[in-house]
């Protein structure tokens, strides 16, 4: 803010997107395209589920370190996209990352790996269509969008493989927990069933007459009621039920 020759004050401009465009202006979609790819490559998706806390077990961790590289790897591919931003008279700016609206938090490893992938095929075809629009007298450019989608590529080759062995692994491990669980509780119901059997019969023998001319059977003790079956309540020790 300041005052002109008259002693008026002179307001302040708005704030407006004043940098020069060489080959257009905002509504340029290559450009347009170039922010959008900035702004996955600089927040990243595997760096999205490092800012998560995701359910992590000791066997994911082949899956982390894929997820490490690739974030290490967007981070160079921002650095190519700032370039050609700035290249075609922009200023490099990441924008809202697309997933802000999405909460990772607690969910397995395997399911998130399957979130990267998602977001990684959807890059390669936005590069695929940058790439076919990129002005024909900037072949240096192309080569380097052609390089990145390349290495996106192999992302998901690597990526794929890993997350499909996870996944079985994953069902694996819950199929053995639930048979664990089937098991224990069939056991218990068995027993269960076992005491009130054995009860039954006590009170049916208990009650059935004496023969003629045998000694009175002795006077046994009232037999105490048994207990509710242990399947009427869940029990907390049960394996597969956490504290």
Known sequence: MSTSAEGSIVRPAPN??????????RTDPIRLRLDDLLTRSFYSGPGYVFESEPWVVPEDDALLQAFAEIRDQDRRHAHVLGVLIQQRGGVPQPGVFPWWNLDLNYLSVPT??????????????????LIGRWPSDDPAGRAALAAVRDEKVRQVATLRTLSEQATEREAAAYRAGAEKVRKVRQAREAKAKAAA?????AKAAAGKPAAPGAAPAPVAAKPVAPAAPAAALPDPNEPGIPP
């Open 112 to 129: 998130l790996a399957k979130f990267v992938l998602e977001a990684l095929d959807e890059e390669i075809t936005l590069y695929g269509e």
């Open 16 to 25: 407006v997107d004043a940098v020069p465009m060489m080959h257009g202006h």
């Open 197 to 201: 059997e054995a009860a039954r019969k």
